[in-house]
């Protein structure tokens, strides 16, 4: 049973456009979510974050966007560079679960110059 | 400066044998972490630990091992019961909820 779901496996854009990347998660404990970015042959590194009491977060050219009662979040990226892909997952983490997160499958982002 | 560091980078492993990757934290995290990614898998929880001389099954534990000695230490051993091991490995650490430190990976291939 897959609780946080990043259904589409990867999306291309043109640089310079919006990236927008999409996760839903199905366990309504969840109150914490975090978004990585991971290179080929490396480990993830931490992108941004939000907690349920928010409803938006933004960092620079990335936006976390949740929606509760829809239990969705998106990761918005204004202007996409080249640099940025890779692949992005999508984590959520419940209050009672110690640190634990659960991870989405991932989605491969590609800028096209 | 504080990290986590994974090491060899590249393993090779011949059928029937067992082999160990390293996890080191200076980060003073509590928790510890092993994951696998496979293409199209995501991140899959091998193991993790909360706190030293105590740690869990993940989702897949079957045909590895690990202990927690050490605060600062989490190594895996893949044994020779695990009859898909090649895989990139990746370790975590974290203190508390906002997030884990990652290493950089190790890549396991069965030769």
């Known amino acids: 049973d897959q609780q946080v779901k990043q259904n589409s496996p990867s999306l291309s854009v043109q640089e310079g456009r919006i990236s927008i990347l999409n996760c839903d998660y199905t366990n309504s404990m969840f109150d914490y979510f975090l978004w990585y970015k991971k290179y080929p042959a490396e480990g993830p590194t931490f992108l941004i974050s939000?907690?349920?009491?928010?409803d938006k977060n933004e960092d620079g050219r990335f936006t976390v966007f949740l929606n509760k009662s829809a239990k969705h979040l998106s990761l918005h990226i204004v202007p996409s560079q080249p640099g940025d892909s890779a692949v992005y997952f999508c984590a959520a983490s419940a209050e009672g679960a110690n640190s634990k997160l659960t991870f989405g499958k991932g989605i491969t982002l590609s800028v096209r110059p | 400066d504080g990290g986590i560091t994974q090491s060899p980078k590249y393993l090779f492993r011949k059928e029937g044998q067992n082999v160990t990757l390293s996890c080191e934290q200076n980060l003073n995290h509590d928790a510890m972490y092993w994951y696998r990614q496979d293409p199209g898998q995501g991140l899959r929880l091998i193991y993790y630990?909360?706190?030293?001389?105590?740690?869990q099954k993940g989702d897949i534990a079957e045909g590895y091992s690990v202990s927690r000695e050490k605060k600062e230490s989490f190594p895996l051993t893949v044994t020779s019961a695990q009859k898909n091991p090649t895989a990139f490995y990746l370790c975590?650490?974290?203190?508390?909820?906002?997030?884990?430190?990652f290493g950089s990976g190790t890549r396991l291939t069965v030769v």
């Open positions: 630990s909360q706190i030293v001389n105590d740690f």
């Open positions: 975590a650490s974290s203190s508390g909820r906002r997030g884990y430190t």
């Open positions: 939000i907690s349920s009491i928010k």
